[in-house]
């Protein structure tokens, strides 16, 4: 029994004893009592600075491309999004709100390829990317600077590409921060990102990462102008090549984590640095774009000048390629010649109407174009009436070469002679040069400054459905497809891929035509050919006929009262498109004329008749369908011969 009791007590002892031990090395029961803290209170404890703030007032600069009435921009700015892109569009939210005051159009791309994206932007923004960008896409970006247009790239350290071996769960995750995907696109304009980070531990904005830039650091550029301090939160330096300038420099004391060593470090620059056209900007922070750091020092007016800089590129919304967005609401749908609307015409305008509400815009059918309106001409060549002012301007005409001679005239006065082609071939001529209507379709961008107006012409109503089918799907940010098409300046001549296509001189906007349900009439061999020109008669000198041509009927007029010099002019109906053609004796044909469109004068000047033989005059229609007319015949002056200029003259 006691030896149990023993056992016990040595147990107790052993198990009490480290309690014992601890409690006297940690407390002291026999010390007096603590004293009583002090009650403390605000009054003469510093205030943690806070950095200073600068005007955040928002003035749209007057370097930046205007938009009609309103001062501001006009254009499509792509957001890439496709590339594992580190940010929400919550962070860019100050400097979407600058793009929108100064009318520019964000456009995030979300997935597919940059290339197609740009066809229609005036400016790309790419933000810390992960994923790497192919040679086509460099090179789209390269293009857009090229044409005009402005590149903004922003990296920061901070948005890591994290990658985590799946096959092997206990792995550790690989943080890849030196593999900058920026240097894919920066390259081509000698900039570098490099893998690093900055830091400054002499004098920073409350933490060694957040470099001021200030007094020297700021470059001579407009996006710097009156600035005197910024603050980037994170930022990679840049490596220029001799083609880009440094835009923010770091003092001596800021290092670089790459090297430990400090000096010499750029965190923004311009490239080419000499360009007055198309810019890249790279910036190796992305925090001054976001709130709160965009309020911070002169962070928000430099956010406003990234903004400014962004408006200033013209890229391909100047040109069709950027289709509709060159367009400010309203827009006018205006069919030429005013023809009857059938079901199909409305299902064209549906879908117009679509594409450009996707793009933002505002479509309405009209019977002709507010002089206040944007414009979208829609019509056949022979019915193009209502712009030909447009044509002219751009040095397109509508034309027939050669032209159309008749062999029952060459037949009567000389049957030995080689007849012409009984019709010519109806042509657009224009800078890029001659190009038959039929196959081709016509799209011109005009713009005079205050408005834009773009006509689409085609030969049939076919070609023109298919001139159309290249607008319908380019609301989206891939542009209007022209890779077939012939392209100078803002004159597209494309291929309908329409066979045999005729040209039309009526705007068919009912729908397919209903099946005949009789075999057509065939026409009697010994039927009279209603081809040969009907003699009118003698004309002379200061007379002026008039006369009513039929449908399919041809009228000849005989001048022999040479020689002479004469002016021969018709003036037809306003439903009749004149043609008019002047033959000699053997019945060689000596000029044609079809410069006008329906109801428009036709006038030969200067014309001259060597001889007192029999000239034959032809007037026809050219649709056919006949009309009355007036022919005079007055005295002319010679033709004056081109200019020449003299060696040494």
């Given at each position: ?23 006297f090395q940690y407390y002291d029961p026999l010390a007096e009592a603590p004293a009583t803290p002090p009650a403390y209170t605000g009054a003469g404890i510093g205030a943690v ?161 957040n470099i001021l830039v200030g007094g020297d650091g700021l470059g001579d550029s407009a996006l710097t102008e009156r600035l005197e301090r910024l603050a980037l939160y994170s ?415």
């Open positions: 029994m006691r030896k149990a009791a023993l056992y016990l007590a040595i147990f107790l002892v052993l198990l009490l004893a480290p309690l014992a031990v601890r409690l600075p806070t950095p200073e703030a600068g005007n955040g007032a928002d003035t749209v600069q007057t370097g930046a491309a205007t938009q009609r009435d309103t001062g501001a921009a006009r254009g499509v700015v792509v957001l890439d999004q496709a590339h594992g892109n580190q940010f929400t569009r919550e962070e860019l939210a100050t400097l979407d709100g600058l793009l929108a005051a100064r009318g520019l159009r964000v456009q995030p791309l979300a997935e597919g390829e940059l290339t197609e994206a740009l066809r229609a932007a005036t400016a790309l923004v790419v933000v810390a990317p992960v994923n790497g960008y192919s040679p086509a896409e460099a090179q789209a970006v390269s293009d857009l600077v090229a044409r005009g247009g402005r590149v903004l790239l922003v990296g920061d350290p901070t948005r890591y590409n994290i990658e985590i071996d799946e096959a092997d769960i206990f792995a550790a995750p690989i943080i890849a921060t030196a593999q900058v995907p920026l240097n894919d696109l920066a390259n081509a304009f000698d900039i570098t990102f490099r893998g690093d980070y900055l830091y400054n531990t002499v004098e920073n904005e409350g933490n060694f990462r930022s990679h330096s840049l490596q220029l090549g001799p083609s880009a300038a440094a835009l923010l420099s770091a003092d001596d004391n800021t290092w670089s984590s790459a090297t430990d060593r400090p000096g010499g470090l750029v965190l923004a620059a311009l490239s080419p640095a000499a360009s007055d056209a198309g810019q890249l900007l790279a910036i190796g922070d992305v925090h001054f774009l976001t709130e709160p750091y965009s309020t911070v020092y002169d962070n928000g007016a430099f956010v406003a000048r990234v903004a400014d800089f962004l408006a200033g590129g013209r890229g391909s919304t100047d040109t069709l390629a950027g289709f509709p967005y060159f367009f400010h609401s309203p827009i006018d749908l205006v069919y030429s010649d005013d023809p009857e609307l059938g079901p199909d015409a409305f299902d064209d305008i549906i879908a117009l109407q679509a594409a450009f509400r996707g793009a933002g815009l505002a479509l309405a059918l009209a019977d002709e174009a507010d002089d206040d309106h944007d414009a979208l001409y829609v019509g056949l060549y022979n019915t193009a009436a209502d712009v030909a002012e447009l044509l002219d301007a751009a040095g397109v005409s509508l034309a027939i070469r050669p032209a159309i001679a008749r062999p029952a005239i060459t037949a009567a006065t000389d049957p030995d002679a080689t007849p012409t082609p009984s019709h010519g071939t109806r042509l657009v001529e224009s800078p890029l040069g001659d190009v038959e209507m039929a196959g081709t379709a016509l799209l011109l961008l005009a713009d005079d400054g205050a408005r834009r107006q773009l006509v689409v012409l085609a030969a049939s109503n076919d070609g023109l459905e298919s001139a159309l089918e290249r607008l319908r799907g380019a609301a989206s940010a891939e542009g209007v497809n022209l890779t077939d098409c012939l392209i100078q300046d803002n004159l597209a001549l494309c291929p309908t891929g329409v066979a045999n296509e005729p040209v039309e001189y009526e705007l068919d906007t009912s729908g397919p035509a209903e099946e005949p349900t009789t075999e057509p009439e065939q026409p009697d061999e010994d039927q009279e050919d209603t081809t040969a020109p009907i003699d009118k008669g003698r004309i002379a000198l200061g007379e002026t006929k008039t006369a009513e041509l039929a449908a399919e009927e041809i009228h000849a007029w005989t001048f022999d009262g040479g020689p002479a010099t004469i002016n021969i002019a018709v003036d037809p109906d306003t439903d009749m498109d004149a043609v008019l053609e002047l033959y000699a004796p053997n019945g060689t044909l000596m000029a044609n004329l079809d410069s006008a469109f329906a109801g428009g004068v036709e006038e030969m000047r200067g014309v001259e008749i060597p001889d007192d033989g029999q000239y034959f005059i032809v007037v026809r229609d050219f649709f056919n369908d006949g009309g009355h007319y007036q022919i005079s015949i007055a005295a002319g002056e010679p033709a004056q011969p081109e200019p020449t200029t003299e060696p040494g003259g």
